[in-house]
């Protein structure tokens, strides 16, 4: 499942490629005992990388660990960590792919987190890969805060983090108010760091061989490099690890693509004409899923399917993103399909502006920006399917969407 | 102030109270629906539920306060209280007693609704629910007037309309519970342009 393209020009940081999943010994013969290092100079290591979460938000993990370190202080609660393995995009594969080829690089990262904050409590959060995962906690004897294994229902929003600190908390997996945070009340009320695994194994990673290292792969701006999932037709999913500022062109074979998905189904599409100029970027790459568009496919019928998942994975709690979401997948079937088209595309710009900003979670925000990126991207193929033709050839469903149920 | 100007008021502020309780319990149930009254934006429907339940609650202080004055029925601070303690009618005034202590429960945490969870507010926000019918039955027990042509229909009216508008709050909710992302995309997806 995992390679790397031999002209990234970046060793393997995260994965090593072709190797099988590591134990407690083989990931210290790798990487060399954890560091330990005063709280103060970690975090001051960790601002000097510029390292930013994996998750999909690109937040500076830094000043996310200073933010619930000083809630905890000024509420005198100990904050609770949560590795968020939870990877509800049916699209990525890297969280996964991780924590079962490097779980200790995960693990090392979870205690330094803890240790900076000054957590009291550690949790690790995945849908799968539980069992293996505690096996794996039941070698390190060493680590000073015992971490539990939680394991979320299938959905994709139970990563989002305020519905994994619900979650957590013994509560549903669903996104609560944006205020206060989940940095300042999150499980158990207490200030709570949510942290992608991906951002934990970097964090691991540079406290042992400082900012400076971390900052020799990608560019000044963004340095460091992602794990991305690659989708490329006729192949399986791959997870490669590439630093920011690469070519997209590097990563994703562009020839014969009629456009690419960037950042998975809360992403964009974009033009395979865009996307040749295109450097991995922070901004647009979301949780690293990249996935390609041949010509043969339909992109609208490719979007519609996608739609129709979101609109089901609606938590259904906010007004917009319940009545908004399923009108707006119904209504992008209709233009999927060759044939009359009525009043949809006028319909389609309305009510995504209407459920925009309008939930207590990104997931109407996320939707409508691949609607948008679609009807965009795929303009001239809206306008043959209202002419009764679609240019597709190839009708078979490309990206992965679960099965409903 | 004779005995028998208190007993005026007393019957008076009761009848007004049944009138404003009702008036109030069919906002709150407004609120909750979000249903617009005509001629109001939506937030007024909240603010006119706030207004007029602490209208309700000075007549309700007015009707007790008239009750426990009047010298002619003994009828104690305790007996406001606690209920079924007291000496007159006490199965019938204990039924306002107890109405009383849920309007007090849901009065004093929607005056500390701020400093209490939405959960906690919501949970003793209901007994309104239930204080409503018991002061209602209170009032055909003890009233003087019940029997009275003008009394009954007024009971009547007020009955009607809150069973009419909690059934509607019934069927609001059981409309809401079939409001799923599935429902609704089956519904969309059968819609052709």
New interface residues.
């Given amino acids: 499942m995992t390679a790397t393209f031999p002209d990234l020009h970046m060793p393997p940081r995260l994965l090593v490629p072709g190797a099988t999943p590591a134990d407690l010994a083989t990931h210290h013969q790798r990487y060399g005992p954890p560091a330990q290092v005063d709280p103060e100079i970690l975090l001051r290591t960790f601002a000097e990388s510029g390292l930013t979460g994996r998750g999909g938000a690109g937040f500076p993990t830094y000043r996310k660990l200073v933010s619930v370190a000083e809630a905890g202080r000024r509420t005198g609660r100990a904050p609770v960590v949560v590795a968020n393995g939870a990877e509800g995009e049916p699209a990525s594969r890297k969280d996964r792919t991780l924590l079962r080829l490097s779980p200790h690089l995960v693990l090392d990262g979870l205690q330094l987190a803890a240790r900076t904050v000054g957590a009291g409590e550690a949790y690790l959060a995945v849908e799968d890969g539980a069992t293996w995962l505690e096996s794996a906690l039941a070698q390190r004897t060493a680590d000073p805060l015992p971490v539990k294994v939680v394991r979320l229902p299938r959905s994709f929003l139970s990563g989002q983090a305020a519905a994994l600190a619900r979650y957590v908390s013994g509560g549903a997996a669903l996104p609560t108010h944006q205020r206060p945070p989940v940095r300042e009340r999150g499980v158990h009320r207490a200030p709570t760091l949510v942290q992608n695994v991906e951002t934990l194994a970097h964090l691991a990673l540079v406290a042992r061989y400082g900012a400076d290292w971390y900052r020799t792969a990608g560019t000044p701006a963004q340095p460091g490099s992602a794990l991305c999932t690659v989708h490329v037709p006729g192949r399986e999913p791959r997870v490669v690890e590439a630093p920011y500022g690469l070519p997209l062109g590097r990563l994703l074979p562009l020839e014969g693509a009629r456009a690419v998905l960037v950042g998975g189904y809360h992403g964009s599409w974009i033009p395979a004409s865009e996307a040749a100029e295109l450097a991995l970027d922070a901004g647009y790459l979301g949780a690293g899923v990249l996935a390609a568009l041949p010509v043969d496919r339909c992109g609208l019928a490719e979007t519609a399917r996608v739609l ?1 998942y979101l ?4 938590a ?1 709690q906010c007004g917009p993103c ?2 908004g ?3 707006i ?3 992008f ?2 233009l999927a399909a060759p044939g ?5 595309r006028a319909d389609l710009a309305r009510w995504s502006g209407l459920v925009e900003g309008r939930g207590a979670c990104h997931h109407p925000d996320g939707t409508v920006r691949l609607v948008r990126s679609a009807l965009t991207t795929f303009a001239a193929e809206v306008d043959a399917h209202a002419r009764g033709h679609c240019t597709a050839t190839d009708h078979r469903p490309l990206l992965p969407v679960p099965e ?1 149920g | 102030m004779s005995s028998e100007t208190l007993w005026y008021a007393n019957r008076a502020t009761g009848a007004v109270c049944l009138v404003l309780f009702t008036i109030v319990v069919l906002l709150g149930i407004a609120v909750r629906s979000r249903t617009r009254l005509p001629g109001l934006p939506r937030f007024g429907t909240m603010s006119l539920h706030r207004t007029l339940s602490l209208s309700a609650t000075a007549f309700l202080a007015l009707h007790i306060s008239t009750a426990v004055v009047d010298g002619y029925v003994d009828i104690t601070v305790v007996d406001v209280l606690v209920p079924f303690v007291g000496d007159y009618r006490p199965l019938w005034l204990g039924l306002g007693t107890v109405a009383l202590d849920l309007v007090l429960a849901v009065l004093v945490t929607s005056l500390l609704r701020e400093r209490l969870g939405h959960r906690t507010w919501r949970t003793v926000h209901r007994l309104a629910y239930a204080s409503w019918p018991v002061a209602l039955v209170h009032g055909i027990g003890i009233g003087t007037d019940t029997g009275a042509d003008w009394m009954t229909w007024l009971t009547v009216a007020c009955v009607a309309a809150a069973v009419a508008a909690f059934a509607a709050r019934l069927a609001h909710a059981a409309r809401a519970a079939r409001r799923t992302p599935a429902a609704l995309l089956r519904t969309a997806e059968g819609a052709r342009p």
């Fill in positions: 129709r609109a089901l994975q609606s259904g319940l009545n979401l399923p009108r997948a119904g209504a079937r209709t009359p088209q009525g009043t949809v409903e």
